[in-house]
C-alpha cells in the first residue's frame, strides 16, 4: 500500500471508526455515562500528559517555529472575539447555554483531522508543524476552556468572570485535569538539559497517537444524539464562516509577516480551517454544560470539512493554486 493511500486511511480509522463505535456503543449499552467520563479523564490526564511530555521532549524550538504557538491561540481566540464583538451568544437566554456557545466557538480539531490532512497533503514536516500547533492549543482548554466550564457550571453567581477568577484560581488550576501543564514543564527542561530522549519512545509515541484518537473519539461517538440536532443545529451555523472560512483567511495574511516557506504557509491554512474541536465536547461533559449545543456545530463542521472543504484544499494543491512543496 502507498504511503498517500495509508495516510488516507488514517482518516478513517483514527477518526470515523471510533466516533462510529463510541456510538454503537451508546445504542446496546456497552458503556454507561460514569464509564465515558472515565475513558475521557483517562486521556486527559494519563495519554495526552505522556505524550505532551514527549512531544517537548524532543521539540525543535527553533526561530522559524516561533510563530505556531501564536497561531494555536489565535486559533481559538479569533473566533470569541468575533463572536463576542458581533453578540452571538445573546440569541442564548439561558445561562449554561450561552456558555456552551462561547466555548464550542473556541477550539479547533487541529491535532487530529488537521494534522492528518496536512500529513497527507505536505508529509512529515506538515504533520510536526501540526504537532507543536496542537500541544500548545491544549494549553486553551486548560486555560480558557476549562475555566470558562467551571465559571458557567456554577451558574455565574459571581458574573464578573475577572472577579470568578480571582477567588476560584486555585480549584480552577489545581486538578488533575492540568497535569500536562506539568509535563510541559519536564519537557522542555529534559530538552533543555540536553538529555536524550530515549530511542524506544518513539514507537510509544506513535501508538498512543493512535490510543488518544480512539480513547478521545469513542465518548464523542457515545455523545452524539441526533435528536437535539435539529434544535441546535441552525442556531450554530453562524460558526461555520466564523471558523472556517474568516479564521484561516486571515491567519494567511498574518502568516505572510512571519514565513515564506511555502509549506508552513499551506499547513497554517489548513490547520486554520479545521472544524470545531472535540475539546469543547469533553469540557461540556467534565463540567455538566450543555453537550448537544456543542455537539450540533461540531457535526455539521466536520461534515463540511471532510466532504467539501478538505477535498478543495487537496485540489487546490494538486494545482499549486495552494502553497505547496
Same mark, same amino acid.
Given at each position: ?9 488514517y482518516?478513517?480509522?483514527d ?6 463505535v463510541?456510538?454503537?456503543a451508546?445504542r446496546r449499552?456497552?458503556l454507561?455515562p460514569a ?7 483517562f ?6 500528559t505522556v505524550?505532551? #511530555? ?11 517555529? #516561533?510563530?505556531l ?6 486559533n ?9 464583538l458581533l453578540g452571538?451568544?445573546?440569541k442564548?437566554t ?9 466555548i464550542?466557538?473556541?477550539?479547533a480539531n487541529t491535532?487530529m ?14 504533520y ?11 494549553l486553551?482548554?486548560?486555560f480558557?476552556?476549562?475555566?470558562m466550564?467551571y465559571y458557567?457550571? +456554577?451558574?455565574?453567581?459571581? +458574573?464578573n ?20 501543564? &506539568?509535563?510541559?514543564?519536564i519537557?522542555?527542561?529534559? +530538552? ?13 509515541f506513535?501508538?498512543?497517537? +493512535?490510543?488518544?484518537?480512539? &480513547?478521545?473519539l469513542i ?9 437535539h440536532?435539529k434544535?441546535?443545529?441552525a442556531?450554530?451555523?453562524?460558526l ?6 474568516l ?8 502568516? #505572510?509577516l512571519f514565513?515564506s516557506?511555502?509549506?508552513?504557509l499551506?499547513?497554517?491554512?489548513? &490547520?486554520?480551517?479545521?472544524?470545531c474541536?472535540?475539546?469543547a ?6 463540567y ?6 456543542a455537539?450540533?456545530p461540531?457535526?455539521t463542521?466536520q ?7 478538505y ?6 494543491v494538486?494545482?499549486?493554486i495552494?502553497p505547496?512543496?
Open positions: 500500500m502507498e504511503d498517500t493511500t495509508l495516510r488516507m486511511v482518516i478513517f480509522t477518526i470515523i471508526v471510533p466516533m462510529l463510541g456510538y454503537t451508546k449499552r456497552w454507561t464509564q465515558t467520563n472515565w475513558l475521557i479523564r486521556n486527559i490526564i494519563v495519554v495526552v505524550l505532551t #511530555l514527549l512531544s517537548f521532549w524532543v521539540l525543535p524550538l527553533r526561530m522559524d517555529l #516561533l510563530s504557538p501564536f497561531f494555536a491561540f489565535f481559538g481566540l479569533l473566533p470569541l472575539f468575533v463572536v463576542l452571538r451568544q445573546r442564548f439561558d445561562f449554561v447555554d450561552r456558555g456552551s456557545y462561547l464550542a466557538a473556541i477550539p491535532g483531522l488537521g494534522g492528518l490532512c496536512c500529513y497527507i497533503l505536505y508529509g512529515e514536516m506538515a510536526a508543524y501540526v504537532q507543536i500547533i496542537g500541544v500548545f492549543q491544549n486553551l482548554m486548560f480558557v476552556l476549562f475555566p466550564g458557567y457550571q +456554577h451558574g455565574g453567581r459571581e +458574573h468572570f475577572f472577579v470568578f477568577f480571582r477567588n476560584n484560581w486555585q480549584a480552577i488550576f489545581i486538578n488533575w485535569n492540568q497535569l500536562s501543564v &506539568v509535563a510541559i514543564f519537557g522542555i527542561g529534559l +530538552h533543555a538539559a540536553g538529555v536524550p530522549r530515549p530511542a524506544v519512545f518513539t514507537p510509544v506513535q501508538a498512543l497517537v +493512535h490510543v488518544s484518537a480512539w &480513547v478521545a465518548p464523542v461517538g457515545y455523545l452524539i444524539d441526533f435528536s440536532f434544535a441546535y443545529a442556531k450554530t451555523l453562524d461555520i464562516p466564523i471558523k472556517m472560512i479564521t484561516p483567511l486571515v491567519s494567511y495574511f498574518v502568516a #505572510l514565513t516557506d511555502p509549506v508552513l499551506g499547513t497554517i491554512i489548513i &490547520v486554520m480551517a479545521t472544524p474541536a472535540i475539546n465536547l469533553i469540557t461540556e461533559r467534565l455538566d454544560l450543555n453537550v448537544n449545543l455537539m450540533a461540531f457535526i463542521t461534515l463540511l470539512y471532510i466532504l467539501i472543504l477535498p478543495a484544499f487537496y485540489l487546490l494538486s494545482f499549486g495552494l505547496f512543496k
